[in-house]
């Protein structure tokens, strides 16, 4: 079946804009995670949804980055006045179901986002 | 929080050496952890993964071992082929519902 999918594949946006990066998960899968993925190193936690609760958004690194998943399937990753430190791999993951032993979390193709 | 710790960081084999890849966690509420194989350019793929309730998993060429007192796990790869060549990362978590923590992953690279 069809995997997590991820658009657009790349972005360049200038220093200062807002973009927005999208994922669908696999159908019917519950869990939803974004991570960070810096050149060269492993990726990093931003936020996990359960359906269409925000569980969690430790990872998030300030208040510019912001996401939703409204309807308990496809989420959108939203950075605000996006500096170059956010230049980085976007990665979304999902899961079946919150539960022990279908929790293994299938990753998406990533976003290449670059901010000039 | 977990942190992961992976070791080597990169780690060159010829074609049909084995080759080993360690990985320490510190939360011991930890209980599932997962390998991850990352061509360039491509999203992590799962190939084998190990709970805490198990000490050793095989599927064909690769094994998971897993110490939970010392909280280290490794990955084994045998009879290593070219295609093998790609980062690796380990992970831990604390199950369903919840992050994946990674270590910073190692290049592997098998030469024919």
């Known amino acids: 079946g069809a995997g997590v999918s991820q658009s657009p594949r790349y972005k360049v946006a200038k220093r200062g804009q807002d973009v927005a990066l999208r994922c669908d998960p696999i159908?019917?899968?519950?869990?939803l995670f974004w991570y960070q993925q810096a050149l060269g190193q492993g990726p990093e936690f931003l936020t996990y949804f359960q359906n269409e609760a925000q569980l969690d958004k430790s990872g998030l690194p300030s208040d510019r980055f912001f996401a939703e998943r409204p309807e308990g399937s496809v989420s959108t990753l939203k950075i605000q006045r996006t500096q170059q430190e956010d230049s980085a791999v976007y990665l979304c993951?999902?899961?079946?179901?919150?539960?022990?032993?279908?929790?293994?979390?299938?990753f998406g193709p990533g976003t290449r986002l670059t901010v000039l | 929080g977990e942190n992961v710790e992976q070791h080597p960081s990169t780690l060159s084999v010829q074609e049909g050496d084995s080759a080993v890849i360690k990985c320490t966690y510190s939360d011991s509420a930890s209980n599932y952890f997962p390998w991850y194989k990352q061509e360039l350019g491509k999203r992590p793929q799962l190939i084998i993964d190990?709970?805490?309730?198990?000490g050793e998993k095989k599927d064909q060429r690769i094994a998971v071992t897993l110490n939970k007192t010392a909280k280290h796990f490794s990955l084994h790869i045998t009879e290593t082929q070219p295609e093998d060549s790609a980062v690796y990362f380990c992970a831990a978590s604390r199950g369903a519902g919840n992050m994946l923590t990674f270590g910073g992953g190692t290049r592997l690279m098998v030469k024919p």
């Open positions: 159908s019917g899968h519950v869990s």
């Open positions: 993951a999902s899961s079946l179901e919150a539960a022990a032993s279908t929790d293994t979390q299938y």
């Open positions: 190990i709970r805490s309730n198990v």
